[in-house]
């Protein structure tokens, strides 16, 4: 039986490239939160970046993402 669950990447020297996720936020504190931990927990991508462009937000997410970067996550 097939699995419809697809692991990436499927070889070793996959692993060795660079992978970035970019993000859009605009009052989505608490969806950029769950975006950065399930990236931080889930993905082992070793050269795994992460951005996310805040436009504004006045629910806090500016100040969740800056708080991120601080601790080594990329923000922009």
């Known amino acids: 039986m097939d699995s419809d669950v697809v692991w990436w990447p499927g070889t070793p020297e996959a692993s060795r490239e660079r992978v970035a996720v970019v993000s859009v936020s605009y009052n989505t504190r608490e969806l950029a939160a769950v975006l950065l931990w399930s990236l931080r927990t889930i993905v082992t991508w070793p050269a ?4 996310i462009v805040d436009n504004g937000s ?3 997410a ?9 601790a080594g996550v990329w923000y922009c």
């Open 62 to 70: 500016a100040e969740l993402l800056a708080e991120a970067a601080q």
């Open 48 to 51: 795994l970046e992460i951005v």
């Open 58 to 60: 006045r629910d806090g």
